[in-house]
């Protein structure tokens, strides 16, 4: 090794020992250095409080004044019981009583909503079904109103007995009966329960909802079969709003002190209230 190059080396090992030796804050070679040391473990810091706050809930990101108290869930609806009940209710009328169909027309048509209740196993299944058209005119996919009015070509509520069978212009489909004086003109109105297009399952994906009907229980083409099989001949249907419509957020309330750092902001209406003198 040359005289030049063992020089050259020596004092670079003097000046890392002598940066080594010397005392946090100062500046030169070595202040350059530490506050790039800082900086790097500064954006590390950062990096990880921005992942933290990422992960972090919406709803707790935001000051105590915005996050407003979530409405309270409806509780859910007991199928089984509101089978036993509406049996119990129709006595003579009813003679096969091991499965109960109950629609629950509280809920939207993107919700599996006809409970096929199986009392003997005390099992509920949940499947899609529609509403008539004149139930729900905005088609939005929930259910305004009931009717049994001819011509509404909306649902009725109430309970029905299931009859026969027969083949029509929707394929295989089963009669109903109403036993109440909301849905006493199922006959004459001709709703049954049938299957078409527009109740497949699949529309929920793409649509958000289902079709509507004439006031038919409407049921998927791959569903129904099934559906005719169980709820056969002699059976009760029974239909109604029995989940609580979603709960309806309470009006925003705004802070009662001024928000950090507005405290000298000065709100002129367009009708009174003085201008303020300066642009700050």
Same mark, same amino acid.
């Given at each position: 090794?040359?005289?030049?190059?063992?020089?050259?080396?020596?004092?670079?090992?003097?000046?890392?020992?002598?940066?080594?030796?010397?005392?946090?804050?100062?500046?030169?070679?070595?202040?350059?250095?530490?506050?790039? !040391?800082?900086?790097?473990?500064?954006?590390?810091?950062?990096?990880?409080?921005?992942?933290?706050?990422?992960?972090?809930?919406?709803?707790?990101?935001?000051?105590?004044? !915005?996050?407003?108290?979530?409405?309270?869930?409806?509780?859910?609806?007991?199928?089984?019981?509101?089978?036993?009940?509406?049996?119990?209710?129709?006595?003579?009328? !009813?003679?096969?009583?091991?499965?109960?169909?109950?629609?629950?027309?509280?809920?939207?048509?993107?919700?599996?909503?006809?409970?096929?209740?199986?009392?003997?196993?005390?099992?509920?299944?949940?499947?899609?079904?529609?509403?008539?058209?004149?139930?729900?005119?905005?088609?939005?996919?929930?259910?305004?109103?009931?009717?049994?009015?001819?011509?509404?070509?909306?649902?009725?509520?109430?309970?029905?007995?299931?009859?026969?069978?027969?083949?029509?212009?929707?394929?295989?489909?089963?009669?109903?009966?109403?036993?109440?004086?909301?849905?006493?003109?199922?006959?004459?109105?001709?709703?049954?329960?049938?299957?078409?297009?527009?109740?497949?399952?699949?529309?929920?994906?793409?649509?958000?909802?289902?079709?509507?009907?004439?006031?038919?229980?409407?049921?998927?083409?791959?569903?129904?079969?099934?559906?005719?099989?169980?709820?056969?001949?002699?059976?009760?249907?029974?239909?109604?709003?029995?989940?609580?419509?979603?709960?309806?957020?309470?009006?925003?309330?705004?802070?009662?002190?001024?928000?950090?750092?507005?405290?000298?902001? !000065?709100?002129?209406?367009?009708?009174?209230?003085?201008?303020?003198?300066?642009?700050?």
């Amino acid at each position: 090794m040359t005289e030049q190059k063992r020089l050259a080396f020596g004092g670079r090992t003097m000046m890392k020992e002598a940066l080594r030796d010397r005392p946090d804050g100062q500046c030169g070679v070595e202040g350059q250095v530490t506050d790039r !040391i800082d900086r790097r473990a500064m954006l590390a810091m950062l990096g990880t409080g921005t992942g933290m706050l990422a992960a972090m809930p919406a709803r707790a990101q935001l000051p105590d004044w !915005i996050r407003q108290p979530a409405p309270p869930a409806p509780p859910p609806v007991d199928y089984l019981a509101v089978a036993r009940r509406q049996l119990a209710m129709q006595g003579s009328n !009813i003679t096969q009583t091991d499965r109960v169909g109950v629609v629950d027309f509280g809920l939207p048509s993107s919700r599996p909503r006809f409970a096929l209740v199986d009392l003997v196993a005390g099992k509920v299944d949940m499947f899609p079904v529609t509403h008539g058209r004149g139930s729900d005119p905005q088609h939005d996919g929930w259910l305004k109103s009931f009717s049994n009015r001819v011509g509404s070509l909306a649902t009725s509520r109430g309970s029905y007995r299931t009859s026969d069978y027969y083949w029509g212009a929707n394929g295989s489909s089963m009669r109903l009966a109403g036993l109440e004086p909301d849905n006493d003109n199922a006959d004459i109105r001709a709703i049954v329960v049938h299957g078409a297009w527009y109740a497949d399952p699949s529309l929920i994906a793409t649509q958000g909802k289902l079709g509507r009907s004439e006031g038919c229980f409407v049921f998927g083409e791959a569903l129904l079969p099934m559906i005719l099989y169980k709820l056969g001949p002699g059976r009760l249907l029974f239909a109604d709003r029995l989940s609580a419509p979603p709960p309806t957020p309470k009006p925003f309330d705004l802070p009662a002190e001024p928000l950090p750092g507005t405290e000298n902001i !000065i709100r002129t209406g367009a009708q009174n209230g003085r201008l303020p003198g300066t642009a700050d």
